[in-house]
């Protein structure tokens, strides 16, 4: 038979029967469509996750105060610690032989307002180190100014949204704030960049840690940055922060260091089994759907036995009319499965324009969704098929419905 | 052409056991017209479908031009029912979401024959047929007598030896059902060989050669001279 003739054949059959056509094609798309959207939306969820850790960079690690005893559970994001981080102790770790730069960080909520206008912020306490360290891009103005850590300074850099909130359509920079009890001449305007790592620097002012320290009146640091020279050095630089530390406490090792790695590696396997679960639930409903082709494509031969014997009687040969039912079977479920990952596609493209959230169906799902579909279109088609070929065509042709 | 000998055919029904064919020895030329008569559960049914290939015996031999069909593969089996075998059904047999042309052409499509071929073969055939207004009506648009005109043309398209003929016209008025017979004696005029299943006995009365069978065995044969 010529390649165009049984295409020919196949699309007749699925046209004279319609509905039954149109059932099983929203039944692959649906199970595709699940797989598709699926690990689109976990594998979305895991990169853009990952790259908010990533914005830690590489070479960077957190000191926290305190200890954490448990192995592999979440470091203490704040508590209270036996002993406080203290500036000595970031400019110690500073000294040491493979550090590049420390930057540490005091933070608190604080009343800010400008004339009439006023809000709560977060306001966190640094250095100038702080904006390379956490890659803050500033719109205007620039950083805090180089100051001896203990030096406190009447200067702070403010997020894009807290300067619109506080200032509106008047020039902010250089323009005096209230923050607490003390008051702060604005010096820099941090471009926009979104949510990082849990907290939205469009809301954040950035003050000098050691007018951190007055204005919360609180000595002991919530953590501090460390970036290294490479991340051939993070190793070495944990042991020697470590120690460093453990000797400045009186031999107690009361601090927690954690890296992007760290928690790349918790979150990556976390989300990476969740990803794969959900997958896995998703490929099951498509599976379901495999049954159906099956109970269709049964269906079907058993509806046109007639037509077999016929086809028998014609000179078709057995593999000739397996050919045409797993023909049509398949033809259904590639355009079920097409239909289903460009629906998945528009959906998630939806989705992506709407949260602003990188919401990309991997390829191996698209690819492994649509193989799986074609698989099951073919395995669970194989047996009516076959039992079609082997019909014999005086049995087939007895009855003669469905033939006029 | 075919040699049939001592061809025996037995069906279950339930727990009887029903004779279709018993110990049959026939010898059908080439170019012969033979009707074959007899009451339902005769054997002629079952003798058709023996010569069409669709069923094989339980015992003795079939000799189709010389070749014992009993050894053949079930894809020589398929293609001599393509390209030697014309099977004609009294209900039609025509599939009812294909056209009329495309109903005469499915033999040759599931042989592979390129389009020009086909539509030349179609063609000859429709003109003859005297369709050539109804090829792009479904079955259903169609009348009884244009269906089995459809129904002979797509047995003829693959020019067969042999046609086999299963009480074409039972389904016919009288018109339409002489039209038919016509149809098929001009075929064969052409040097076709025809087996002819029927009931009626006039239409039974034009062939040549006639058989009576009953209870799987022929009871009597008639030879009538050309006229």
Redesign the interface.
């Known amino acids: 038979m010529r390649l165009v003739d049984t295409l020919a054949l196949w699309l007749g059959a699925l046209r004279g029967h319609g509905s039954r056509s149109a059932m099983l094609l929203l039944a692959v798309a649906i199970g595709v469509l699940a797989v598709v959207l699926l690990t689109g939306l976990g594998e979305g969820a895991r990169s853009f996750l990952l790259s908010e850790f990533s914005l830690l960079g590489r070479n960077t690690l957190i000191i926290l105060p305190g200890r954490n005893e448990t192995t592999g559970g979440m470091p203490p994001i704040t508590g209270m610690a036996p002993r406080d981080l203290t500036l000595q102790d970031a400019r110690a770790v500073g000294r040491l032989p493979h550090v590049w730069r420390v930057a540490p960080l005091q933070a608190g909520q604080v009343q800010v307002s400008v004339d009439n206008r006023s809000r709560e912020a977060l306001v966190l306490g640094s250095t100038r180190d702080f904006f390379a360290i956490r890659q803050l891009e500033l719109a205007h103005g620039q950083a805090l100014p180089e100051l001896d850590p203990g030096q406190a300074e009447a200067v702070c850099v403010i997020g894009a949204r807290l300067r619109r909130e506080l200032f509106g359509a008047r020039p902010a920079l250089g323009q005096w704030l209230r923050a607490g009890d003390r008051r702060f001449r604005v010096v820099g305007i941090l471009a926009e960049r979104g949510e990082s790592f849990g907290m939205d620097v469009a809301d954040m002012l950035i003050i000098p840690v050691a007018s951190a320290q007055a204005l919360f009146n609180r000595e002991g640091l919530l953590r501090v940055f460390v970036e290294v020279q490479g991340p051939a050095f993070m190793a070495i630089s944990r042991q020697q922060i470590l120690s460093t530390l453990q000797a400045r406490h009186e031999g107690k090792e009361d601090v927690t260091l954690i890296s992007q790695d760290s928690m790349l590696a918790a979150f990556g396997d976390i989300l990476g089994v969740l990803n794969l679960a959900v997958a896995g639930i998703a490929a099951i409903g498509l599976l379901v759907a495999g049954i159906l082709i099956m109970n269709v494509t049964w269906i079907s031969v058993s509806q046109r036995t007639a037509e077999i014997g016929l086809l028998k009687t014609i000179g078709a040969t057995a593999g000739q009319v397996r050919l045409l039912f797993l023909g049509e079977a398949l033809l259904l479920a590639l355009a079920g499965a097409l239909g289903g990952v460009l629906c998945a596609e528009a959906l998630l493209w939806l989705a992506r324009a709407a949260l602003h959230v990188p919401l990309y169906a991997p390829w191996w799902a698209r690819l492994g969704s649509l193989s799986l579909a074609l698989c099951c279109a073919l395995l669970f088609a194989w047996l009516p098929a076959s039992r079609a070929a082997a019909m014999a065509p005086v049995m087939a042709l007895r009855p003669a419905g469905g033939l006029s | 052409m075919i040699r049939l000998r001592g061809l025996t055919r037995h069906f279950q029904a339930g727990e009887q056991r029903v004779v279709g064919l018993d110990a049959l020895q026939l010898d059908i030329h080439a170019g012969d017209y033979l009707a074959v008569m007899g009451p339902s559960g005769s054997g002629k049914s079952t003798l058709l479908?023996i010569l069409?290939l669709?069923?094989a015996p339980d015992a003795g031999e079939y000799w189709l031009d010389g070749v014992a069909t009993a050894a053949l593969s079930?894809?020589r089996r398929?293609?001599l029912?393509?390209?030697t075998i014309g099977?004609v059904?009294q209900?039609?047999?025509?599939?009812?979401?294909?056209t009329a042309l495309?109903n005469i052409e499915?033999?040759m499509?599931?042989?592979?024959i390129?389009p020009n071929l086909r539509r030349r073969r179609s063609g000859e055939l429709v003109e003859r047929l005297g369709l050539g207004d109804r090829l792009s009506h479904r079955?259903?648009e169609l009348s009884g007598g244009q269906?089995q005109r459809v129904a002979i043309a797509?047995?003829m398209v693959?020019q067969p030896a042999l046609l086999l003929a299963d009480e074409p016209t039972g389904n016919l008025d009288s018109r339409a059902g002489g039209e038919v017979i016509a149809l098929l004696e001009e075929l064969n005029d052409d040097g076709l060989t025809l087996v002819l299943v029927t009931h009626d006995a006039e239409h039974a009365a034009r062939a040549r050669r006639q058989l009576r069978l009953r209870d799987g065995r022929i009871v009597d044969e008639a030879l009538l001279e050309p006229a």
Do not use: K
Request: aromatic fraction near 8%; glycine fraction near 8%.
């Open positions: 479908n069409g669709l069923d079930e894809a398929a293609e029912r393509s390209r099977f059904f209900s039609y047999h025509l599939i009812p979401r294909l495309e499915l033999p499509l599931l042989a592979g390129e079955p259903g269906r797509r047995a693959m």
